[in-house]
């Protein structure tokens, strides 16, 4: 373990009776570094948030932070802070004195607890709340309140448990862009654990995609979305059109998949035989009014827009194709000829065979 990592996970696991909710479990975040843990609800990643804070113990495994063994040592002893959803502070007190709380508990004086506060206040863009309640603060002040108290105390580690997920849209998505800002001003070790994919890609240096209590994949947001290394975290991370075939034949990594209903695809895989799960992103869906201008694509279809998605850049078709037993999903181009595409219109569509993942099913 080099002295570069804040914390590493050695062979995890917690077992509740027969059920392995973390499933050995190896891992390590740098120093400074902002990590994710993403995964359904249900997947081990609470588990493996609590024990890292001290909360429950490991059946087997090591945690160690900082090259030191947390086993054995009690919540309140580990240089680790945890900012949950619930936010937990204290609506009794002010602004300023739930920021000095854990520096009083510390035995640090009242008065210098106080100056940290106030300075750690004006960092997280709060200057002059001090002597506010708790309970005027909108959603978004008191996310950054949760976040100044401890980020006071100067952990190690910061651990937050979907901390964004209380707030409206438009304000998590604000919160999204300040996280990331504040973790790299601090620079302090950030484990974040969500469901929120977009949250993960996001804010994250690099993310763990959790899967009924095991890694599937670790990398940076980029690997994940253009390299997924199985079918779960390809469906996972971001949006995808998804087909099952059986390999019709497959060679050097290049594979071709036959539909149930009869349509052949073209794509890149480790799978030589049997059945397969096929994935194309939207965007790279390429449209256009007339088949030639996709001639070059080995995979190319005339279908029928069955809805537009309408979402500002975000937009996106569904196309009725024959050969899929669903409609396929493309980003609705923002400029040109079909920008302005309605239902029922014909289009063609087509992609390459690097665009299309396929793995076994």
Sequence with gaps: MSQSTDLDLVNVTKQFGTHAAVNNVTFSVARGE??????????????????????????????????????????????????????????????????????????????EA???????????????????????????????????????????????????????LKLREHMKIELKQLQGQFNTTFAYITHDQSEALVMSD??????????????????????????????????????????????NGAVTVRLSTGGMLHGRGGVSQGAALSFVRPEAVALAQDAAALSSLPNRFEGRVSAVLFDGAASSLLIETPGFDQPVRAVLPQAGPLAGIEVGEAVHLGWTADAMKVFAA
């Design 206 to 251: 690099r993310i763990a995609v959790m899967n009924q209590g095991r890694f599937e994949q670790v990398g940076s947001p980029r690997e994940l979305y253009h390299n997924p290394a199985t079918p779960f975290v390809a469906s996972f991370v971001g949006e995808t059109n998804r087909w099952q075939g059986d390999v019709a034949s497959a060679s």
């Design 34 to 111: 902002f990590f994710s843990i993403l995964g359904p609800s249900g997947c081990g990643k609470t588990t493996l948030m609590r024990m890292i804070a001290g909360f429950e113990n490991p059946t087997s495994g090591d945690i160690r932070i900082r090259d030191k063994s947390m086993i054995g040592v009690p919540a309140n002893r580990r240089p680790v802070n945890m900012v949950f959803q619930s936010l937990a502070l204290f609506p009794m007190m002010s602004v300023g004195e739930n920021i000095a709380y854990g520096l009083t508990c510390r035995g640090v004086g009242r008065a």
């Design 114 to 168: 106080d100056e940290r506060a106030t300075r750690m206040l004006e960092r997280v863009g709060l200057k002059g709340f001090g002597e506010r309640r708790v309970t005027a603060l909108s959603g978004g002040q008191r996310q950054r309140v949760a976040i100044a108290r401890c980020l006071v105390l100067e952990p190690t580690l910061v651990l937050l448990d979907e901390p964004l997920g209380a707030l409206d």
